[in-house]
């Protein structure tokens, strides 16, 4: 692409120079126009993808590349952003109430959380901080536990190093959900110039005890007496290690290890490419150090620590990483065989294994599919004792952590691994189990990350006008969620294919699923239900690209 320096672009951004109130992202974006001035090659273009529009606030929040301009995470951009929210919580009656805000410890979280606890404080709400980069969790957790009317943390989670984002939790301690968004989307819109919002410092900043107060009820998940177990963790550089290894104490876990060279806070993540556990090589580091120590688990969190990626020793003494799907049915299956609640509920969403559904039948208990995100998630119904996504998000503590909390599943899958080594059993002897009485489900996912998201519009519209008719040698027949959702839903015999534009990231995701009844030997049935898992991900693989 070839942008010319129109006076437009340029008279633009002269004027978000002029409104930046922060001196290093007014020198950054002074420097490309004046290079785009000087007919530099390439910062024309630079200039405008900066000036292209404002992020776009969604239920998810906000994400994107930490610089300067109204199309990346800066702290003008917090500053309007957070002067929307501030209006939109006065608009719903909220005004006066307490707000907490977090980070984690990316690049610009600190500023980023300066900057809106000021305005919020400037706009007359009680604002809370926590004392300093934490998991995402604890943030949530706080909502509920203050009474809060909102929850912002600034993270951008599993995200590449250069992003931040800004997460937003209501006050039922949920992320939000439409219309919400929308609304403050356009009170975003209507916000002053960042450099006219006030700011007011005074915001109180909270001490050790809201993250004592999460610990101990953390403490409380282990279903079982059983605390004799290894286990090797990450937390892939981000802020879970320290809040993980009070967990473990609290919880009475004493053989836990980290991985040394991630254990520490670092928004460079120098050892991984990318730093999400799904990823290939992110969690080779974390294996090693179980193969080493002789764990019975390994255990992943995501930067943020609201993700958790379980790892297992195979029967040839090889290691592992769990597919999502077999962690959420697993930890499901052990939540619902120890659950003391009446008539309970458990919940995934449309782009996760259907076997969890099977096993909250064999207990009796009810089982919701909602859309994708902990935001539905959480508001799948009464009752609710355990939810999760295919993307490594588990909810175990529905009752004080209204989202994914990678923490508490971390201590619950420690619970789960001593009771199972307490009967000369492990993960993979249930998951066995579950597949026989259940039939074998496989999953996967094909994920196309694009640099111009239309795209992914193309591709969804080319889906639409000529849906295929069989996927993998099986007839199928095509449900479109619209206006729902923009999803695409494939079935066929013993086959499932989901199509949606991740809400987080600029890919397109088609996520696969084959089940396989067990009608004799499993090895056989598995062997069966991966050569049409393989058949099925190479037919989507080239209809995508």
Not at 490 to 514: D, M, N
Request: charged fraction near 25%; include cysteine.
């Amino acid at each position: 692409m070839t942008t010319s320096l129109t006076s437009d672009l340029r008279d633009r951004a002269f004027r978000w120079i002029a409104d930046d109130p922060d001196d290093d992202s007014r020198v950054e974006l002074q420097n490309i126009l004046a290079r785009a001035m000087g007919g530099e090659a390439g910062a024309a273009d630079e200039l405008a993808d900066r000036m292209a529009g404002p992020l776009e606030f969604g239920t998810a929040g906000l994400r994107g590349p930490v610089r300067a301009g109204p199309h990346g995470m800066n702290v003008a951009v917090v500053t309007r952003t957070t002067a929307g929210v501030a209006a939109w919580l006065t608009a719903q009656g909220h005004s006066g109430g307490v707000v907490v805000v977090g980070r984690d410890a990316r690049h610009g979280s600190e500023a980023f959380a300066k900057a809106a606890a000021e305005v919020l404080t400037a706009a007359g709400f009680a604002v809370k901080t926590l004392p300093g980069p934490l998991p995402t969790p604890v943030l949530a957790f706080a909502v509920l536990e203050l009474g809060a009317v909102a929850g912002i943390q600034i993270t951008a989670s599993h995200n590449p190093p250069a992003d931040n984002g800004y997460k937003l939790y209501d006050a039922t301690g949920g992320q939000i959900v439409p219309p919400s968004d929308g609304e403050i989307e356009r009170a975003i819109e209507a916000a002053p110039p960042a450099i006219s919002v006030p700011r007011e410092p005074g915001a109180e900043v909270l001490g050790d005890e809201l993250r004592d107060a999460y610990l101990a009820k953390v403490a409380l998940l282990p279903r079982g007496p059983e605390r004799a177990v290894k286990v090797a963790a990450t937390a892939l550089h981000g802020v879970g290690a320290e809040t993980l290894r009070a967990a473990f104490e609290r919880a009475g876990f004493t053989e836990l290890s980290l991985v040394a060279e991630q254990s520490t806070p670092d928004p460079d993540f120098p050892t991984v490419a990318f730093p999400n556990p799904e990823e290939p090589g992110a969690t080779d580091l974390l294996l090693a150090l179980a193969s080493e120590v002789g764990a019975d688990l390994a255990i992943a969190l995501d930067p943020d620590a609201d993700r958790c990626a379980l790892g297992v020793r195979e029967r040839d003494g090889s290691w592992r990483m769990l597919r999502g799907d077999e962690t959420g049915v697993l930890l499901g299956w052990h939540v619902l065989s120890t659950v003391d609640s009446v008539d309970p509920l458990v919940a995934t969403t449309i782009v996760s294994s259907s076997m969890l559904g099977e096993v909250a039948k064999e207990f009796g208990a009810r089982y919701a599919e909602t859309l994708t995100g902990f935001k539905w998630l959480v508001r799948a119904g009464e009752g609710l004792v355990f939810a999760y996504e295919e993307a490594l998000g588990l909810c175990v503590n529905p009752g004080f952590v209204r989202d994914k909390d990678g923490i508490s599943a971390a201590v619950l899958a420690a619970g789960l691994a001593a009771s199972l080594r307490a009967a000369g059993r492990g993960p993979l002897d249930v998951l066995d189990e579950l597949a026989v009485k259940h039939g074998v489900h496989v999953t996967d996912q094909v994920s196309l990350r694009v640099t111009d998201l239309s795209v992914r519009e193309r591709l969804m519209a080319g889906l639409r006008a000529t849906p295929p008719v069989s996927l993998g040698g099986t007839d199928v027949t095509m449900e479109d969620l619209l206006p729902d959702a923009d999803v695409l839903r494939l079935s066929g015999e013993g086959l499932r294919v989901v199509i949606r534009p991740s809400g987080t990231e600029p890919k397109l995701k088609a996520y696969l699923q084959i089940k396989e009844p067990v009608t004799g030997d499993l090895a056989e049935a598995r062997a069966a239900a991966d050569a049409r898992l393989a058949a099925l991900r190479a037919d989507i693989e080239s209809r995508l690209a």
